[in-house]
């Protein structure tokens, strides 16, 4: 009973670490979030040239401004 209630847990608790928001809530908001390409590319360069895998949870995002 103990490891279905630890697993449960720690379950809840990541779910908790993986909810990302793609935009501001506010309407009157002048920023979004996009998901950063160059960092992307960048570590996984990085990680190629080590013989190493990435494996992405949440994509790195970066915030922007939006133009009207």
Known sequence: M?????????S???CGC???P???TNDQSRYTYQVDHEKIELIENYAKRRTM????????T???????
């Open 2 to 10: 103990r490891p279905i209630c630890f697993t449960l847990g720690a």
């Open 12 to 14: 809840l608790l990541l």
């Open 18 to 20: 993986s909810a990302m």
């Open 22 to 24: 793609t935009h501001s």
């Open 53 to 60: 895998s990435v494996h992405w949870i949440n994509y790195p």
């Open 62 to 68: 970066r915030k922007v401004q939006i133009i009207q």
